[in-house]
T-cell receptor, first 115, second 114 residues
Framework: GAVVSQHPSRVICKSGTSVKIECRSL??????MFWYRQFPKQSLMLMAT?????????EQGVEKDKFLINHASLTLSTLTVTSAHPEDSSFYIC???????????FGSGTRLTVV | GQQLNQSPQSMFIQEGEDVSMNCTSS?????WLWYKQDPGEGPVLLIA?????ELTSNGRLTAQFGITRKDSFLNISASIPSDVGIYFC??????????????FGKGTKLTVNP
């Protein structure tokens, strides 16, 4: 089945540093990748939608200069949290569609802790 | 952003009992999806529904796409301890194969007592 591999699974970084999260589609071409963040005991909140070869579309209230998204190939999309602060600590999850899967496949998530 | 109205928020049941949860919306969705999320993991797709009135099963799970296209329910029969987790409904306004964003419910946390 369709698999989205997300790395790292957890990361701890210092305030002010940047962190890159990668999502790879292993057995299908991910034209579109969705990036979510999830706070404890809450639902998934869409941050941005990226399409291969074009600029990402950000949801209202999400800072595009802080959450840099790159979708340079059909199998790789990255989210970089720049100048991270403690309030950026959250669970970040990517998701892509796979026509064969008839649904959206999610990565396993990245637990980011900013200290 | 918009969210679907998902209920109940949490459920505590005994092993072997049946479970039912539902999602409603004030607007129409053409695709309904049900996911399960374990702690520290991404959601895993359980059932996808693409036609109004559609009733689909996946093992002990059964889900239906409401005829009005504004609601869906998920039933779990004969619950077992590994059913523990958070269940999310998600709606998409596009049709099957589209790459439109999903709208999520707030989730139903299921606890199964052995």
């Amino acid at each position: 089945g369709a698999v989205v591999s997300q790395h790292p699974s957890r990361v701890i970084c210092k305030s002010g540093t940047s962190v890159k999260i990668e999502c790879r589609s292993l057995d299908f071409q991910a034209t579109t990748m969705f990036w979510y963040r999830q706070f404890p005991k809450q639902s998934l909140m869409l941050m941005a939608t990226s399409n291969e070869g074009s600029k990402a579309t950000y949801e209202q209230g999400v800072e595009k200069d802080k959450f840099l998204i790159n979708h340079a190939s059909l199998t790789l999309s990255t989210l970089t949290v720049t100048s991270a602060h403690p309030e950026d600590s959250s669970f970040y999850i990517c998701s892509s569609d796979s026509l064969a899967n008839y649904g959206y496949t999610f990565g396993s998530g990245t637990r980011l802790t900013v200290v | 952003g918009q969210q679907l109205n998902q209920s109940p928020q949490s459920m505590f049941i005994q092993e072997g009992e049946d479970v039912s949860m539902n999602c409603t919306s004030s607007s129409i969705f053409n695709t309904w999806l049900w996911y399960k999320q374990d702690p520290g993991e991404g959601p895993v797709l359980l059932i996808a529904l693409y036609k109004a009135g559609e009733l689909t099963s996946n093992g002990r799970l059964t889900a239906q796409f409401g005829i009005t296209r504004k609601d869906s329910f998920l039933n779990i029969s004969a619950s077992i301890p590994s059913d523990v987790g958070i269940y999310f409904c998600a709606g998409q306004r596009g049709t099957q194969g589209g790459s439109e964003k999903l709208v999520f419910g707030k989730g139903t946390k299921l606890t199964v007592n052995p």
